[in-house]
């Protein structure tokens, strides 16, 4: 793998068991990116990485220690390390430690390599500029956003042998269209494959939501049956599953701590997937933390709470398997992906006798993690629904409810995915527009 020793990496580790560790685990991240930010539709700042950063993992006599540099070379690690091993016998000892895993293979090579992401970083401004003409085909002011490629290049190395490596390209980009007087709208995409005519789609969706929401009107506070786009989705999706992850039940960070995999926690209508293996999602991972391979699982399969997301240490302390999702700490998801109903936009709107609809929110908050209790604020085009027609678009709104009343609500499922991820959703998702009765709505404080 260019520009990563996997010789001297392997050296490394010996190294270091020598020092008396009872694990070592070492991740190299090699990225290679530039990303163009816009403003006022042009271009306003391009920025290029090449670097390189290190996560090390030390375990000795129970005690855990988990590092991470952006060092010149590994050389540099050697200070840090020593002073590690001094206090070593000052931390206390891990509650819920287990030893790494062998590695189910002893190399492991994964590689998805889009050359048309290589040839976009190269020349962003003519992406940028495409983007922008698209955007401007509708009657909008200005565009602002953010496009980005390159390359990622990961490197795993353990103790108990294992030697994984995988390369794969990227690109992520969202765009917020404005249309005076106070129209605006967002969309996004992201994937491992450059496919112009989605970035096209990123471009159009937003200009048509700002034109389509200009000259908004109040709406009452109440109770609402509300269609959330893919974008608000994927973002309350990202908490709700984030709280599948064992540590956060072991921490009583959840809202599913008081259930157990064969539970009910959502619609029948409701199957979320967590899928590693997903090649055209940028979380794509052949191998997890711990040089366990990946695989997809169900975990809300037709509304039943499958699995909690485990490493080795969750799933000893809970007394089963785990799930290849670590996190060396804390078990996490890959890419979360949810199974298509058959619903088209118009169906979700037809359904719907006094509602809203809702295409980006921002500002999530939780103010009980194991009642589920969050708010969230509803942002760009935002409609009020009668009688089955889009009748108006209205002034920001508050969604605050639980999750899980939005998840046991859900009514209707698009059949249509989208590619999200942008900075409101750190996990790539593949979301469709959903429609959720009896939904709390309260006015947005300015």
């Not at 199974?339 to 009980?368: C, F, H, M």
């Not at 629904?385 to 409810?401: F, H, Q, S, Y």
């Not at 209707?412 to 009765?437: C, D, F, H, S």
Request: net charge neutral; aromatic share 8%; with cysteine.
């Amino acid at each position: 793998m260019s520009g990563i020793d996997l010789d001297y990496i392997s050296k490394f580790v010996s190294e270091l068991v020598k020092k008396d560790f009872d694990d070592v685990a070492i991740k190299v991240e090699k990225r290679n990116s530039v990303m163009t930010k816009m403003a006022n539709s042009s271009v306003s700042v391009v920025q290029s990485w090449n670097s390189i950063s290190i996560d090390l993992y030390l375990a000795k006599s129970k005690r855990i220690f988990v590092l991470h540099f952006e060092p010149k070379s590994l050389e540099d690690l050697q200070k840090p390390i020593d002073i590690m091993l001094s206090l070593a016998d000052r931390v206390a000892e891990s509650p819920i430690y287990a030893p790494l895993p062998e590695p189910s293979k002893t190399r492991h090579v994964e590689e998805v390599i889009d050359k048309r992401v290589m040839e976009a970083a190269e020349n962003m401004h003519s992406l940028v500029e495409r983007v922008v003409e698209v955007a401007h085909r509708e009657r909008i002011d200005s565009v602002a956003g953010m496009l980005q490629a390159g390359l990622i290049e990961t490197v795993l190395a353990t103790s108990k042998g294992a030697m994984l490596e995988e390369r794969k390209t990227f690109v992520q980009g969202y765009l917020r269209a404005f249309a005076h007087p106070d129209g605006s709208g967002q969309w996004c995409y992201t994937s491992t494959t450059l496919d112009i005519n989605n970035i096209e789609f990123m471009a159009s969706t937003a200009s048509q939501y700002a034109v389509e929401s200009k000259n908004r009107s109040e709406v009452e506070p109440g109770v609402y049956d509300v269609i959330l786009s893919p974008m608000v989705f994927a973002n309350l999706l990202e908490y709700v599953i984030s709280m599948t992850s064992a540590m956060s039940v072991i921490m009583g960070w959840s809202m599913f701590l008081r259930n157990r995999p064969g539970d009910t926690v959502a619609s029948p209508l409701l199957t979320v997937l967590d899928e590693p293996k997903n090649r055209g999602l940028p979380n794509f991972a052949g191998f997890d933390d711990e040089g366990v391979e990946t695989y997809n699982k169900p975990i809300i399969e037709e509304g039943v709470l499958k699995t909690f997301l485990h490493n080795t240490k969750t799933a000893k302390h809970m007394g089963t398997t785990t799930t290849a999702n670590a996190g060396w700490l804390t078990p996490m998801p890959w890419n979360i992906v949810v199974k298509p109903g058959s619903a088209t936009l118009g169906d979700l709107v037809s359904e719907v006798r006094r509602g809203l609809l809702i295409t980006n929110n921002w500002y999530t908050r939780l103010q009980n993690y194991v009642e589920g209790v969050f708010s969230t604020v509803a942002r760009d085009a935002i409609f009020y629904i009668e009688n089955g027609r889009i009748a108006r678009p209205v002034t920001r709104i508050r969604v605050a409810d639980r999750f899980g009343n939005v998840l046991k609500n859900i009514a209707m499922i698009g059949k249509e995915l989208y590619n999200i991820q942008w900075w409101e959703v750190r996990v790539p998702t593949k979301a469709p527009y959903i429609l959720v009765k009896n939904v709390n709505i309260s006015k947005h404080a300015i």
